[in-house]
Structures are given as C-alpha cells and as structure tokens.
C-alpha cells in the first residue's frame, strides 16, 4: 500500500508539473494573441473609433484591426473564426496575416477580401471558416465602402441623423468556399 501511494503521489505531482506548464503556455499564447490586435484605434479627424476584444477562454479567435490601405485610407476588419481555444487562435494569426497582406495598398474591399478569401481556402484544409466584416474608410471623401462575409452587421452612428444604422450586407463565410 505505501509503495502505491507513493507511486500515486509521483504521479500527481507529475500531472501537476504538466498542468502548470500548459497553463503557462496558454498564458504566452493569450500575451501573444493580444499583441496582434491594435493596441489603439488610429486617429481619423471627425471619426471615433473604439474596440475591444475579450476571449471566453485563454485564448480565442474573435479579432478585429485597423489597416493602413494607403494614406488617408484605413482598412478595419471585424472577425470571428469557428471554433474556440487553440485551433481558433492559431487559424486566427493566420487570417488576420492574410487579410492583412491582402489589404495593404488595396483600397478596394471587395477585391481585399475576394483575394483573402483565395489564400484562406488554400490554407484550409481543417474545415474551419471565418466570418468577417471589412470596411474601407476614405478619410479624404468621407466614404465607407465594405463587405460582409458572414458576419453579424456592425453599428454606424451618425451624428448629423443622431441614430445607428446596421451595416448589413450578404456573403458567405471565408474559407467555405472560393
């Protein structure tokens, strides 16, 4: 009996030691993942900008950005990947990479995403997809033009009108299909 309780407490507290060590690597993870997203909305004379991102778990794959397309020009996303934790997180480093090579220097949405949407579908082969919504802000005209890819409608508000509008659109999620 005492050489199996001792046998027992080796083994707890080698579960111990791995169990700390996944959650010190989760927490790397999370740090990492919370690097990627802008740490402040840019400033756009005239506009307000403001996004956070909480994850349900340590790490997740909810993101939003703030692109530079060209001067002037931001691009801004909003996404979500299927699934939660780590395949979540990783497919979510990888889109946010893609949408953002994609969109750099392209100040036409729907040809942002179309070509992100090509490099996703190479890329996955997990069955996981992603909803997104990007708009292109022209700070210089005063237009938003944007693309939904399934993605839940974001809210504009209007001063000038002193009420929201639903930025709605139809498309289909990234990574479902080319």
Same mark, same amino acid.
């Given at each position: 009996?005492?050489?199996?309780?001792?046998?027992? !407490?080796?083994?707890? %507290?080698?579960?111990? $030691?791995?169990? %700390?060590?996944?959650?010190? %690597?989760?927490?790397?993870?999370?740090?990492?993942?919370?690097?990627?997203?802008?740490?402040? $909305?840019?400033?756009?004379? #005239?506009?307000?900008? /403001? $996004?956070?991102?909480?994850?349900?778990?340590?790490?997740?794959?909810?993101?939003?950005?703030?692109?530079?397309?060209?001067?002037?020009?931001?691009?801004?996303?909003?996404?979500?990947?299927?699934?939660?934790?780590?395949?979540?997180? !990783?497919? !979510?480093?990888?889109?946010?990479?893609?949408?953002?090579?994609?969109?750099? #220097?392209?100040?036409? $949405?729907?040809?942002?995403?179309?070509?992100?949407? +090509?490099?996703?579908?190479?890329?996955?082969?997990? #069955?996981?997809?992603?909803? @997104?919504?990007?708009?292109?802000? +022209?700070?210089? %005209?005063?237009? @938003?033009?944007?693309?939904?890819?399934?993605?839940?409608?974001?809210?504009?508000?209007?001063?000038?009108?002193?009420?929201?509008?639903?930025?709605?659109?139809?498309?289909? /999620?990234?990574?479902?299909?080319?």
């Amino acid at each position: 009996m005492v050489v199996d309780l001792k046998k027992h !407490m080796k083994d707890l %507290e080698r579960a111990t $030691a791995e169990k %700390e060590g996944l959650l010190k %690597e989760l927490e790397i993870a999370r740090d990492i993942q919370q690097r990627l997203l802008p740490q402040s $909305a840019p400033e756009i004379e #005239g506009v307000d900008i /403001a $996004a956070a991102n909480i994850p349900a778990r340590e790490v997740g794959g909810d993101f939003f950005d703030f692109i530079p397309v060209a001067k002037g020009i931001w691009g801004l996303a909003i996404a979500d990947v299927s699934g939660k934790g780590m395949p979540a997180a !990783m497919f !979510m480093g990888l889109t946010r990479t893609i949408i953002r090579a994609s969109a750099t #220097g392209n100040s036409s $949405a729907h040809s942002a995403i179309r070509q992100a949407n +090509d490099l996703i579908c190479r890329d996955s082969t997990s #069955g996981m997809f992603v909803t @997104l919504f990007y708009a292109v802000f +022209d700070s210089a %005209e005063s237009t @938003l033009h944007y693309v939904s890819a399934g993605h839940n409608p974001p809210i504009l508000y209007r001063t000038s009108e002193d009420r929201m509008h639903f930025l709605k659109a139809k498309g289909v /999620a990234l990574g479902v299909r080319e």
